[in-house]
Nanobody, 121 residues
């Protein structure tokens, strides 16, 4: 199983960025997909999650209303649209997968490599 996150970069506060998570080696439509992030010196934190069907989504309070998670099962890809970025959004962003329904608060089954997002103020 491979989960490849991409799309990170250096942006200014208030800008937008879209991250992608491309999956392979699994039946993608059977997995809920999560985004987590880890800022320098901080613990990893949950950002957003989407059910296998895309119908159910969950967000951390810190990103609610600014970030949108979506998926294209035909492309084995999940997206994280990040708008109105703030300096506190600076972190390495990771995508992860768990089989079946979304499991919040539990470690996913698979983790991908991260992509760095840096927001300058």
């Amino acid at each position: 199983v491979q989960l490849q996150a991409s799309g990170g970069g250096l942006v200014q506060a208030g800008d937008s960025l879209r991250l992608s998570c491309a999956a392979s080696g699994l039946t993608f439509s059977m997995y809920a997909i999560h985004w987590f992030r880890q800022a320098p010196g901080k613990e990893r934190e949950f950002v957003a999650a989407i059910s296998w069907s895309g119908i159910r989504t969950y967000y951390a309070d810190s990103v609610k209303g600014r970030f949108t998670i979506s998926r294209e099962n035909a492309k084995n890809t999940v997206y994280l649209q990040m708008n109105s970025l703030k300096s506190e959004d600076t972190a390495v962003y990771y995508c992860a997968a768990n089989k079946g329904p979304i499991r919040i608060g539990q470690d996913p089954d698979y983790w991908g490599q991260g992509t760095l997002v840096t927001v300058s103020s």
